[in-house]
């Protein structure tokens, strides 16, 4: 047992804490994993039909069926009918894909701040994990361990709780992703998992951790040791 | 300056301040300490005995004067050699609670150790009496936890282990058991603090403090 390892000991300590921010996270990216492959996928249908140029679901096109052409007619008259419009079936689609692109930028956005508000209770629960060890920072400064030493191990218990949450929370993000695109996900709509997005999710993920630890290890590994002694366990 | 001293106080002051206000807490302090002795610091609650230990324990820094450990000074070490000193030279061992909770007794005793030597932390906790290593302080009694912080405290072969009224928390009978396991390190220097009068009969020398100053 060193230094460096006591992060993975501390975890077993406050376990609900811990847990709860570990959930968070891994919901966070849950959310990040769905909505960005969801962007993806209709990115993918655009692009597929030669975007910006009315060609999606566009009825002339090769692959198009003769029930898609019929949806399209019938959404056309019934969006004309309903705002008094006159779109043509080009202009419509045009608007479609306008707000497709639209669509996808939303959710990667919301994607971000799924992930920024699972990601953000890791700086709490490491300020409150922090705080209540107070006596044992000044007991690691007693017996020879500097401040950097304390710092860099608190920041890595940090990075470890956003790893294990982004790690199940990629499990889960998979898992759903293939439940909704075999179950739910309507046939022309498609929701892509590019293999980039698992590491990519769980560095991000581990980095914004370390990142939101580096406070609250800084401030405990700068307090001083007759005042960490004052504390109780 | 003796050169064979393993602990050297030379001309030592520390005041606190406090809403604007100076407190003296050490007055010229003098002293040094011989290898392989028991020294005891009695004085009343207040008198600067804590403080001794922490600026002996190099926790702290003198605001004038030396201390010097092994004949070397001490006040412009920096942070790294600092904390590589305690590690190497100075065991301590508080009143309570010196264990870290969620390590069981032989990975507490091993924390600090630099040779990483498992065999060596079990010989400790035998030698310091402890049976069973895998016990979480919790589960150890007051007197067993002062004797797992001593074995962490003798972990990497210190020149000096310094107490900070180790035996407050015990019955006396616990008392006596940890001092005879104190006396019975013959490599080491003790530094120890405590107003119980009793344990001059274990120190070679004992050193009166009142009010800051050593009379």
Not at chain 1, 168 to 173: D, H, K
Not at chain 1, 207 to 225: C, D, N, Q, T
Request: one cysteine or more; aromatic letters at 8%; proline letters at 3%.
């Amino acid at each position: 047992m060193g230094i460096y390892t006591l992060p993975l000991n501390n975890l077993r300590r406050n376990r609900l804490r811990n847990l709860s921010a570990v959930l968070r996270i891994a919901f966070g990216v849950l959310i990040l994993l769905i909505l960005v492959s969801s962007g993806l996928g209709i990115n993918s249908i655009v692009e597929k039909s030669g975007t910006s140029n009315g060609k999606i679901l566009d009825n002339s096109s090769a692959n198009t069926t003769t029930n898609e052409t019929n949806i399209v007619n019938t959404a056309m008259d019934y969006l004309n009918s309903m705002f008094g419009s006159n779109f043509s079936e080009n202009q419509l689609v045009i608007r479609l894909e306008g707000f497709l692109v639209n669509l996808v930028y939303i959710l990667d956005g919301l994607a971000s701040i799924a992930l920024l508000v699972g990601v953000l209770g890791i700086m709490n629960t490491m300020g409150f994990n922090l705080s209540e060890r107070k006596r044992e920072i000044g007991i690691l400064k007693s017996i020879g361990f500097n401040k950097k030493q304390i710092f860099i191990s608190c920041t890595l218990e940090a990075g470890l709780l956003g790893f294990i949450g982004s790690l199940i929370g990629v499990i889960l993000g998979v898992l759903a992703i293939w439940f909704i695109s075999t179950f739910f996900a309507p046939g022309f709509l498609t929701i892509l998992l590019p293999l980039w997005l698992i590491p990519g999710a769980i560095i991000i993920s581990t980095i914004i951790s370390l990142g939101l630890g580096l406070y609250p290890a800084w401030f405990v590994s700068e307090i001083k040791v007759e005042e960490a002694m004052l504390c109780e366990y | 300056m003796n050169i064979n001293s393993i602990l050297t106080f030379e001309g030592v002051y520390k005041y606190y301040e406090k809403g604007g206000l100076i407190k003296d807490v050490l007055i010229d302090v003098t002293f040094s300490l011989e290898p392989d002795t028991i020294n005891l610091i009695n004085g009343p609650s207040g008198s600067g005995k804590t403080t001794i230990i922490y600026l002996a324990a190099l926790l702290k820094k003198p605001d004038a004067g030396e201390i010097r450990i092994l004949g070397n000074k001490t006040n412009s070490l920096n942070e790294k050699e600092r904390s590589n000193l305690i590690r190497e030279q100075i065991g301590i061992i508080y009143q309570r609670s010196n264990l870290i909770p969620n390590l069981t007794a032989i990975e507490n005793v091993m924390l600090p150790m630099i040779s990483r030597d498992k065999e060596k932390a079990q010989k400790l906790l035998e030698k310091v009496e402890i049976k069973d290593f895998h016990r979480f302080p919790v589960d150890l009694s007051f007197e067993d936890e002062q004797k797992v912080a001593l074995a962490r405290s003798l972990v990497n072969d210190p020149s000096i282990i310094l107490t900070d009224e180790p035996t407050a928390e015990l019955n006396s009978n616990s008392t006596k058991i940890f001092m005879d396991l104190l006396d019975k390190l013959d490599t080491v220097t003790v530094l120890m603090t405590s107003d119980n009068k009793l344990l001059s009969e274990y120190s070679d020398h004992t050193f009166e403090l009142k009010e800051g100053a050593i009379r």
